[in-house]
């Protein structure tokens, strides 16, 4: 639930990660689902938003309600803290108490509830939505670890694969992920086996990274076809989507950016898609791995002075 000096686009953010993490191991969250999730966990002092929201003749989707959120709290803020959305002043008259509380004449229900679709109430009042949550939550619970006691262990929305599948070749963008991660070293080089460290699952097993290496990634740049070096890549042969780590990157690389159709990076002055948005907040990576003998010709090459195909070659 949000509190009222929470930050809204934070909220909105953990709201989204949770998805990605549950989708993640198997267990996707409709967009449905996650707009409900979102009007019923706002504080109350967004009520009458709500109320504008639900009396929309159209259905509600994720980036029409973020959006509009978006636009309240920056309004709030631009009037210091005591704006309510336009459209909301249109459904009574109402005003803002010292404690944030909502206050005025009540507005009627007139329309169908968004989550039970009966007659006389809001989302915020439906009787099955804190069922609904107490059970969304227990199941939450049960696919997305939670582990503060051991912070030297590392955690992630990850499966597992069974022993008979062959790995993915999907790679993922992860926001939370602290390594680049694969399931397959066939793609390595300048391999070296490791210590094992234990990956915390989100359905709550355990696997462990067993070595690490380098991976050289082909993309496609406004340039054209450029190549940069992923070093440092964990080898997990149970996980069941390869992981770019977006906070790694960005500490070896440069900065990223989230929007509307996908994430992107900007090195040495050329802004150049990262991933692309495949629904539900995630994000698929816009780079081909190259085979280990492709990869140094590749290498070869550069040394004679064709530097310029590298975006980013980073040494161990």
């Known amino acids: 639930m949000m509190d009222e000096d929470d930050d809204v686009l ?168 602290t390594q680049h991660m694969t399931s397959s070293k066939t793609y390595m080089r300048n391999y070296k086996k490791m210590a094992p460290v234990d990956v915390h699952l989100a359905d709550d097993g355990v696997v462990q990274a067993v070595g690490t290496g380098d991976i050289v990634m082909s993309m496609k740049t406004p340039r054209g076809m450029k190549k940069g070096v992923l070093t440092n890549v964990w080898h997990i042969p149970k996980l069941s989507r390869n992981l770019f780590s977006v906070g790694r990157f960005t500490k070896d690389v440069g900065p990223v950016t989230f929007e509307s159709d996908g994430c992107f990076a900007d090195n040495k002055g050329l802004k150049w898609q990262l991933g692309a948005r495949e629904g539900k907040g995630l994000f698929e990576l816009c780079m081909t791995p190259m085979m280990p003998d492709e990869a140094n010709a590749a290498s070869s090459k550069d040394r004679q002075g064709d530097t310029t195909s590298y975006l980013w070659h980073l040494r161990l």
């Not at 969250?29 to 966990?41: A, F, K, R």
């Not at 059970?135 to 051991?150: K, L």
Request: charged residues 25%; proline residues 3%; glycine residues 10%.
């Open 10 to 177: 934070e909220h909105i953010n953990k709201l989204k990660t949770l998805a990605e993490q549950l989708d993640a191991v198997g267990a996707p969250v409709s967009e449905d689902d996650l707009v409900i999730t979102l009007l019923g966990s706002l504080s109350e002092s967004y009520q009458f938003l709500i109320t504008a929201l639900e009396s929309r003749a159209d259905s509600l989707s994720w980036e029409l309600v973020t959006s509009r959120l978006l636009h309240e709290d920056m309004k709030r803020k631009e009037q210091g803290g005591g704006g309510v959305d336009g459209a909301a002043h249109g459904q009574g008259q109402a005003f803002m108490t010292r404690d944030n509380k909502c206050k005025g004449r009540p507005v009627k229900k007139t329309g169908a509830c968004h989550n039970c679709g009966k007659q006389g109430h809001w989302i915020a009042e439906c009787p099955s939505r804190v069922h609904n949550d107490a059970e969304r939550y227990r199941s939450q619970r049960a696919n997305v670890a939670q582990d503060e006691e051991d912070p030297g262990d590392y955690l992630f929305s990850v499966g597992r694969t069974s022993s008979a599948a062959k790995p993915s070749d999907m790679w993922l963008v992860d926001s939370g992920a």
